[in-house]
């Protein structure tokens, strides 16, 4: 198996500081989407280091600590709330998160390496998009860390506030148990109106 490498950051020669960025969130019905941008100062191994959804809650919750405590790691992360989700949509939120975590960032990067196909920036005009970026880029693959690791300690959090949806164990993607708590309970103020638009149709439509 091949596990993320730098071969993606030592291509990029002309650039002195170069940011990998993913996020976590686009396709819960509940919470923020979040986006985290990371910047190696010096390039080491970090053992099992990979895309954040092949790795358990426990290695995740390491690799965080890790990441966010090392002098040798730059990270900033952009968090775009449900609000603003059902305002702008979620491809133009996940965007705006994006740009938020490399404005977070301690130094302004001079390139971005971002997971997935598609981005869009008035800002950071120079960029790679990577299918499985998280894969293949440690810069991308760390960054997924923070952001999934970020995402979840959210959601956890919101399960206080709203113990009867589950939030700590489906962090807001639709289950059946997701489901089930919001026909018996409706929603509540962190659900995404527009993604349930479809599925309150759809209820109205058996009665």
């Known amino acids: 198996m091949v596990l993320p490498n730098f071969e993606y950051e ?33 390039q080491f191994e970090i053992p099992l280091l990979n895309d954040s959804k092949k790795l358990s809650d426990k290695v995740k919750d390491e ?4 990441m966010t405590n090392s002098d040798d790691i730059s990270y900033g992360v952009g968090i775009v709330d449900h609000k603003k989700i059902d305002e702008i949509n979620i491809l133009n939120a996940t965007y705006m998160a994006m740009e938020l975590a490399a404005d977070n960032l301690k130094n ?7 997971d997935g196909n598609r981005f869009k920036s008035l800002k950071y005009t120079n960029y790679q998009t990577i299918i499985k970026g998280d894969q293949k880029s440690m ?5 997924s860390i923070i952001a ?6 959210m959601m956890i959090g919101y399960h206080t506030k709203f113990p009867q949806y589950g939030f700590d164990t489906h962090k807001g993607y639709g289950s059946k148990k997701h489901f089930a708590a919001i026909d018996q309970h409706g929603k509540c103020p962190i659900h995404r109106n527009s993604f349930l638009v479809k599925y ?3 209820q109205r439509e058996m009665f």
């Open 10 to 42: 030592n291509a990029l020669t002309e650039y002195s500081c170069i940011a990998g960025i993913d996020e976590a969130g686009r396709g819960p019905l509940a919470g923020p989407v979040v986006a985290a941008a990371v910047v190696f100062h010096s």
């Open 63 to 66: 690799l965080f600590y890790i």
């Open 108 to 114: 302004m990067p001079d390139f971005l390496l971002i």
């Open 139 to 143: 810069s991308i693959a760390a960054a």
């Open 148 to 153: 999934k690791v970020t995402r979840d300690r």
């Open 200 to 202: 309150e149709n759809k």
